[in-house]
């Protein structure tokens, strides 16, 4: 089974600032996906970003970038130019991935989150 | 949001009773997931769904069934609701993007059992 940890309950940040959340995982799988959702008070799961493990390449998209070290199962979120709308529940989550005729059936496993707030 | 709707948004009930929960999409997505999320626990899984009539358990499944007999829909039931299971449930989809796959998430039913 897997396990997603993330040992941030809270953290917080000037605007503008950058933060890193932290994620570790436990797997004895080679293949998978790790996830980042955002779940702003509006209490919406938000899809931020997605790292497939067998990519070298961290994921990028706008001012979210992760760092993903895979020997180390580690797969932290980088906030660039942080804003107020960040402020928001952050969930990392881990997905099996399986090359054959089953795609689709994956389920996910989260973390327990990282309450980040942004400070004006 | 994929087209996934949740019904109801909020919901009391009394212990004991049952409740229903629905999600419905309309992009004809084969696979569906029911969530629950509470506090220090993230989201855990409860029951999922690879097509009409097929479904399986999740990690938390006890006190709960589903049922999917329309591909856009797949219901929640609590057979008799306890304050154990008062909760925010998510359903989700799967969709298929650049060879990968991503769960979208509906808005979230807020249960509360008295």
């Known amino acids: 089974a897997q396990t997603v940890t993330q040992s941030q309950p809270e953290m917080s940040v000037q605007e503008a600032e950058t933060v890193t959340l932290s994620c570790t995982y436990d797997t004895s799988e080679s293949n998978y996906y790790l996830f980042w959702y955002k779940q702003p008070p509006s209490r919406q799961m938000i899809l931020v970003i997605r790292q497939e493990a067998y990519k070298q390449q961290n994921a990028t998209e706008n001012r979210f970038s992760v760092n993903f070290q895979k020997a180390a199962k580690s797969f932290s979120l980088k906030i660039s130019d942080s804003q107020l709308g960040d402020t928001a529940m952050y969930f990392c989550?881990?997905?099996?991935?399986?090359?054959?005729?089953?795609?689709?059936?994956?389920?996910?496993?989260f973390g327990t989150g990282t309450r980040l707030t942004i400070i004006p | 949001d994929a087209g996934i709707t949740q019904s109801p948004r909020h919901k009391v009930t009394e212990t004991g009773t049952p409740v229903t929960l629905r999600c419905h999409q309309t992009?004809?997505?084969?696979?569906m997931y029911w969530y629950r999320q509470d506090p220090g626990h993230g989201l855990r899984l409860i029951h999922y769904?690879?097509?009409?009539?097929?479904?399986d358990k999740g990690e938390v499944s006890d006190g709960y069934s589903v049922s999917r007999s329309k591909t856009e829909d797949f219901l929640l039931t609590l057979e008799s609701a306890t304050s154990s299971q008062t909760s925010v449930y998510f359903c989700a989809i799967s969709e298929s993007y650049r060879g990968g796959e991503k769960l979208f998430f509906g808005s979230g039913t807020q249960l509360s059992v008295l």
């Open positions: 769904s690879y097509g009409v009539k097929d479904t």
């Open positions: 989550a881990f997905m099996k991935l399986r090359f054959l005729s089953n795609f689709g059936n994956e389920k996910l496993t």
């Open positions: 992009e004809n997505h084969r696979y």
